[in-house]
Protein backbone atom coordinates (compact mmCIF):
# COMPACT_ATOMS: atom_id res chain seq x y z
CA UNK A 1 0.00 0.00 0.00
CA UNK A 2 1.36 3.45 -0.59
CA UNK A 3 2.58 5.76 1.95
CA UNK A 4 1.09 8.89 0.50
CA UNK A 5 -1.99 10.20 -1.45
CA UNK A 6 -2.09 10.77 -5.02
CA UNK A 7 -4.08 13.79 -6.71
CA UNK A 8 -6.50 11.32 -7.60
CA UNK A 9 -7.34 9.90 -4.13
CA UNK A 10 -7.14 13.28 -2.51
CA UNK A 11 -10.09 14.47 -4.70
CA UNK A 12 -11.98 11.17 -3.92
CA UNK A 13 -11.96 11.26 -0.04
CA UNK A 14 -12.62 15.09 0.12
CA UNK A 15 -16.20 16.05 1.32
CA UNK A 16 -17.98 17.57 -1.79
CA UNK A 17 -20.09 20.07 -0.28
CA UNK A 18 -23.14 19.32 -2.16
CA UNK A 19 -22.58 16.08 -1.39
CA UNK A 20 -22.05 15.51 2.11
CA UNK A 21 -21.31 12.23 3.66
CA UNK A 22 -21.20 11.01 7.02
CA UNK A 23 -17.67 11.74 8.90
CA UNK A 24 -17.32 8.36 9.86
CA UNK A 25 -17.29 6.79 6.15
CA UNK A 26 -15.00 9.85 5.17
CA UNK A 27 -12.23 9.31 8.21
CA UNK A 28 -12.82 5.54 6.82
CA UNK A 29 -11.75 6.36 3.49
CA UNK A 30 -8.53 8.03 4.55
CA UNK A 31 -7.49 5.50 6.95
CA UNK A 32 -8.29 2.85 4.78
CA UNK A 33 -5.75 4.40 2.33
CA UNK A 34 -2.57 4.81 4.69
CA UNK A 35 -0.50 1.62 6.56
CA UNK A 36 -0.50 3.41 9.79
CA UNK A 37 -4.29 4.50 9.42
CA UNK A 38 -5.14 1.22 11.81
CA UNK A 39 -2.93 3.00 14.67
CA UNK A 40 -4.99 5.86 14.46
CA UNK A 41 -8.47 3.90 14.48
CA UNK A 42 -6.28 1.51 17.45
CA UNK A 43 -5.32 4.73 19.59
CA UNK A 44 -9.21 6.21 19.71
CA UNK A 45 -10.96 2.78 20.69
CA UNK A 46 -7.52 2.57 23.37
CA UNK A 47 -8.73 6.14 24.17
CA UNK A 48 -12.42 5.84 24.52
CA UNK A 49 -11.95 2.29 26.57
CA UNK A 50 -9.25 3.88 28.74
CA UNK A 51 -11.70 7.14 29.67
CA UNK A 52 -14.35 5.12 29.87
CA UNK A 53 -12.58 2.66 32.56
CA UNK A 54 -11.76 5.82 34.37
CA UNK A 55 -14.95 7.21 34.50
CA UNK A 56 -16.56 3.90 35.96
CA UNK A 57 -13.54 3.90 38.71
CA UNK A 58 -13.15 7.42 39.39
CA UNK A 59 -17.01 9.28 39.97
CA UNK A 60 -15.09 12.77 39.81
CA UNK A 61 -13.31 11.18 36.16
CA UNK A 62 -14.20 13.08 33.47
CA UNK A 63 -16.67 11.64 31.40
CA UNK A 64 -15.41 10.60 27.47
CA UNK A 65 -18.31 13.09 26.23
CA UNK A 66 -17.91 15.51 28.32
CA UNK A 67 -14.77 18.51 28.67
CA UNK A 68 -12.94 19.19 31.46
CA UNK A 69 -14.03 21.79 33.95
CA UNK A 70 -11.55 23.74 35.50
CA UNK A 71 -12.08 25.88 38.75
CA UNK A 72 -11.95 29.04 38.81
CA UNK A 73 -8.91 30.04 40.46
CA UNK A 74 -7.39 27.09 37.49
CA UNK A 75 -5.85 28.58 34.13
CA UNK A 76 -3.97 28.02 31.27
CA UNK A 77 -0.17 28.97 31.13
CA UNK A 78 1.12 32.22 29.51
CA UNK A 79 1.60 31.84 26.14
CA UNK A 80 3.39 33.27 23.12
CA UNK A 81 1.31 33.86 20.38
CA UNK A 82 2.46 34.60 17.44
CA UNK A 83 -0.36 34.54 15.30
CA UNK A 84 -3.51 37.44 15.43
CA UNK A 85 -6.27 36.78 17.36
CA UNK A 86 -9.08 35.53 15.16
CA UNK A 87 -12.40 38.03 14.72
CA UNK A 88 -15.56 36.49 16.19
CA UNK A 89 -16.96 35.96 13.03
CA UNK A 90 -13.74 33.85 11.67
CA UNK A 91 -14.13 31.65 15.12
CA UNK A 92 -17.43 30.96 14.57
CA UNK A 93 -17.09 30.10 10.91
CA UNK A 94 -14.29 27.98 11.43
CA UNK A 95 -15.76 26.00 14.45
CA UNK A 96 -18.96 25.47 12.89
CA UNK A 97 -16.99 24.28 9.45
CA UNK A 98 -15.02 21.93 11.90
CA UNK A 99 -17.99 20.37 13.79
CA UNK A 100 -20.14 19.97 10.56
CA UNK A 101 -17.49 17.32 9.27
CA UNK A 102 -16.11 16.04 12.97
CA UNK A 103 -18.92 16.77 15.27
CA UNK A 104 -20.84 13.83 14.61
CA UNK A 105 -18.18 10.98 14.20
CA UNK A 106 -15.96 9.30 16.21
CA UNK A 107 -12.39 11.34 15.85
CA UNK A 108 -13.56 14.11 18.11
CA UNK A 109 -14.54 12.47 21.52
CA UNK A 110 -14.90 16.01 23.54
CA UNK A 111 -19.25 17.41 23.61
CA UNK A 112 -18.88 19.30 20.38
CA UNK A 113 -22.07 21.42 22.15
CA UNK A 114 -19.83 22.45 24.53
CA UNK A 115 -16.68 22.57 22.67
CA UNK A 116 -18.71 25.31 21.01
CA UNK A 117 -20.07 27.03 23.71
CA UNK A 118 -16.76 27.15 25.35
CA UNK A 119 -14.66 28.12 21.85
CA UNK A 120 -16.88 31.08 21.33
CA UNK A 121 -16.54 33.00 24.45
CA UNK A 122 -15.34 36.35 24.11
CA UNK A 123 -12.40 35.66 25.95
CA UNK A 124 -8.59 35.80 24.66
CA UNK A 125 -6.57 32.52 23.60
CA UNK A 126 -5.41 30.82 26.27
CA UNK A 127 -7.70 31.56 28.78
CA UNK A 128 -9.31 29.20 31.03
CA UNK A 129 -12.63 29.07 30.07
CA UNK A 130 -12.06 28.52 26.35
CA UNK A 131 -10.69 25.14 24.95
CA UNK A 132 -6.66 25.05 25.02
CA UNK A 133 -4.38 26.48 22.34
CA UNK A 134 -3.51 23.72 20.84
CA UNK A 135 -6.94 22.31 20.48
CA UNK A 136 -8.59 25.83 19.17
CA UNK A 137 -5.63 25.93 16.50
CA UNK A 138 -5.93 22.34 15.74
CA UNK A 139 -9.49 23.08 15.02
CA UNK A 140 -9.05 26.43 13.19
CA UNK A 141 -6.55 24.59 10.56
CA UNK A 142 -9.35 21.95 10.18
CA UNK A 143 -11.72 24.65 9.80
CA UNK A 144 -10.01 26.65 7.54
CA UNK A 145 -9.16 23.18 5.20
CA UNK A 146 -12.84 22.04 4.97
CA UNK A 147 -13.56 25.96 4.25
CA UNK A 148 -15.20 26.78 0.93
CA UNK A 149 -13.75 30.43 0.98
CA UNK A 150 -9.84 30.64 1.82
CA UNK A 151 -9.68 33.24 4.88
CA UNK A 152 -6.84 35.83 4.57
CA UNK A 153 -4.00 36.17 6.21
CA UNK A 154 -2.80 35.11 8.79
CA UNK A 155 -5.74 33.42 9.16
CA UNK A 156 -4.40 30.22 6.33
CA UNK A 157 -4.03 26.86 6.86
CA UNK A 158 -0.27 27.03 6.63
CA UNK A 159 -0.11 29.47 9.35
CA UNK A 160 -2.96 28.18 11.59
CA UNK A 161 -0.74 24.26 11.41
CA UNK A 162 2.21 26.75 12.49
CA UNK A 163 -0.01 28.02 15.33
CA UNK A 164 -0.85 24.28 16.21
CA UNK A 165 3.31 22.94 16.37
CA UNK A 166 3.82 25.80 18.82
CA UNK A 167 1.02 25.18 21.04
CA UNK A 168 1.51 21.34 20.74
CA UNK A 169 4.41 21.30 23.01
CA UNK A 170 3.61 23.88 25.35
CA UNK A 171 0.56 22.05 26.17
CA UNK A 172 2.51 18.95 26.85
CA UNK A 173 4.42 20.46 29.66
CA UNK A 174 1.43 21.96 30.75
CA UNK A 175 -0.46 18.74 31.57
CA UNK A 176 1.80 18.19 34.45
CA UNK A 177 0.64 20.87 36.13
CA UNK A 178 -2.93 21.43 34.93
CA UNK A 179 -4.23 17.60 34.53
CA UNK A 180 -7.28 18.78 33.09
CA UNK A 181 -5.27 19.74 29.87
CA UNK A 182 -4.82 15.79 28.86
CA UNK A 183 -7.61 15.27 26.91
CA UNK A 184 -7.61 18.49 25.13
CA UNK A 185 -4.24 17.99 24.49
CA UNK A 186 -4.51 14.58 23.03
CA UNK A 187 -7.75 15.72 21.02
CA UNK A 188 -5.05 18.32 19.17
CA UNK A 189 -2.68 15.37 18.55
CA UNK A 190 -5.27 13.35 17.15
CA UNK A 191 -6.61 16.13 15.05
CA UNK A 192 -2.61 17.17 13.97
CA UNK A 193 -1.81 13.30 13.24
CA UNK A 194 -5.56 13.13 11.06
CA UNK A 195 -4.45 16.56 9.10
CA UNK A 196 -0.64 15.15 8.52
CA UNK A 197 -2.18 11.77 6.81
CA UNK A 198 -4.93 13.91 5.28
CA UNK A 199 -1.57 16.03 3.72
CA UNK A 200 0.22 12.89 2.77
CA UNK A 201 3.19 13.43 5.22
CA UNK A 202 3.30 10.13 6.74
CA UNK A 203 6.28 10.94 8.74
CA UNK A 204 5.10 14.05 10.67
CA UNK A 205 1.39 11.84 10.77
CA UNK A 206 3.95 9.12 12.71
CA UNK A 207 5.12 10.85 14.84
CA UNK A 208 1.95 12.85 16.07
CA UNK A 209 -0.06 9.37 16.21
CA UNK A 210 3.11 8.15 18.59
CA UNK A 211 2.40 11.43 21.08
CA UNK A 212 -0.85 10.89 21.03
CA UNK A 213 -0.52 7.32 21.88
CA UNK A 214 1.41 8.39 24.88
CA UNK A 215 -0.47 10.64 26.21
CA UNK A 216 -3.28 7.71 26.51
CA UNK A 217 -1.12 5.10 27.92
CA UNK A 218 1.18 7.79 30.33
CA UNK A 219 -2.47 9.66 31.28
Avoid at 127 to 156: F, H, M, N, Q
Amino acid sequence: MASTLSATSVAYILPDPAHPVNTTVFWTRILARHPWGDRIAYLLSVVRSRLEVDVDQKSSGVHLNHPYMLSPEAGHPEYDIDIAQCPSDVIARLVNIFLERFGGGGYFFINPLRFRQSALLPFPFGDKRRPSPALLSAVYLWGSILSEIRPCEPYTPESLLLCTLQHIPQDLTATTVYKELVFETLQAEVLLSLYYLYAARPIEGRLHCAAAATIVFDA
